[in-house]
């Protein structure tokens, strides 16, 4: 099993609608999590932290659990420019702080 | 503008050929890593280094080697010894705040085997 998990999608959702990824993890020693938007050949960029229950940042809504182990991620109002690829991180210490990626889900905003 | 830089942006690599990029941050980061994408897989670590002069290997170091003589550079040299070499390099750096730990990003280095 991976320790960090997406649904690779595409997830394809008109203009203006609302949208929720999942991740789940599989080490309960991962003490943080982060949300990247990776576009089409770029690097990625962080979008969220989500240290504790979770996060709000204007349309974006990133919360997580911890008793089930996963983090989701909510997009209201759905952009055209929020088409991207969603990478969820996870952190945990271990002689440095081990990041893990998941694969990314990709998100598709058609108008 | 401070952040983090690599090049070349697209790399073309021989058979047999040694390759290295480069991968600068004058964001005073004491941590930087090295990280491979391919397409369907997650990113993977390939070596990391906490300090100057102190570096460490990552999940999948085979075939590359690293230094880091100063703080703000980390050179990646893809061997001839990395048999799959063709893949989308990002290097990273750390910065700790409040004691939390986020990474960001350099714009990758795309390499290609001719």
């Known amino acids: 099993r991976k320790e960090v998990e997406q649904d690779p999608g595409p997830f394809n959702v008109p203009e203006g609608a609302t949208v929720a990824f999942n991740c789940t993890y599989s080490n309960s020693a991962s003490q943080s999590f982060f949300w990247y938007r990776q576009d089409c050949r770029k690097e990625p960029k962080l979008l969220m932290s989500?240290?504790?229950s979770g996060n709000e940042d204007g349309r974006f809504t990133a919360q997580l659990n911890r008793a089930s182990q996963y983090i989701s991620l909510l997009i209201r109002d759905s952009k055209l420019s929020d088409s991207a690829t969603y990478l969820c991180?996870?952190?945990?210490?271990?002689?440095?702080?081990?990041?893990?990626f998941g694969i990314g889900t990709k998100l598709q905003v058609i108008p | 503008d401070g952040g983090i830089t690599q090049s070349p942006k697209y790399l073309f690599r021989k058979e047999g050929q040694n390759v290295t990029l480069s991968c600068e941050q004058n964001l005073n980061h004491d941590a930087m890593y090295w990280y491979r994408q391919d397409p369907g897989q997650g990113l993977r670590l390939i070596y990391y280094s906490q300090i100057v002069n102190d570096f460490q290997k990552g999940d999948i170091a085979e075939g590359y080697s690293v230094s880091r003589e100063k703080k703000e550079s980390f050179p990646l040299t893809v061997t001839s010894a990395q048999k799959n070499p063709t893949a989308f390099y990002l290097c990273a750096s750390n910065e700790l705040a409040g004691g939390k730990e986020t990474q960001y990003f350099g714009p990758g280095t795309r390499l290609l085997v001719l």
């Open positions: 991180v996870s952190q945990r210490s271990g002689g440095y702080q081990k990041v893990t």
């Open positions: 989500v240290y504790s």
